[in-house]
């Protein structure tokens, strides 16, 4: 997004003017920074704490189930 609003006006770009509103929400600003305050409890891992968010799909089985 930051590159997109580098390049385009937020007002003639639907997506970043979505992303804009968000930005406004005041409860949802608090949770993010509350989230975020949580990496303070592990500075003194030396090697740069962070938070890290890995999502996977379960992947689809597709073929018949016998109805026995």
């Known amino acids: 997004m930051n590159l997109r609003r580098a390049k385009r ?4 770009d639907a997506a970043l003017q979505g992303v804009a509103s968000i930005g406004k929400a005041k409860w ?3 949770l ?3 989230i975020f ?3 303070r409890l ?3 891992v030396p ?4 938070l890290l ?3 996977t799909k379960r992947r689809e ?3 018949l189930r016998s109805m026995a």
């Open 53 to 55: 968010l890995i999502a």
């Open 61 to 63: 089985k597709r073929g």
């Open 9 to 12: 006006d937020v007002g003639r």
């Open 28 to 30: 949802l600003v608090k």
């Open 42 to 44: 592990f500075s003194f």
């Open 37 to 39: 305050s949580l990496d």
């Open 47 to 50: 090697f740069g704490p962070g």
């Open 32 to 34: 993010v920074q509350a």
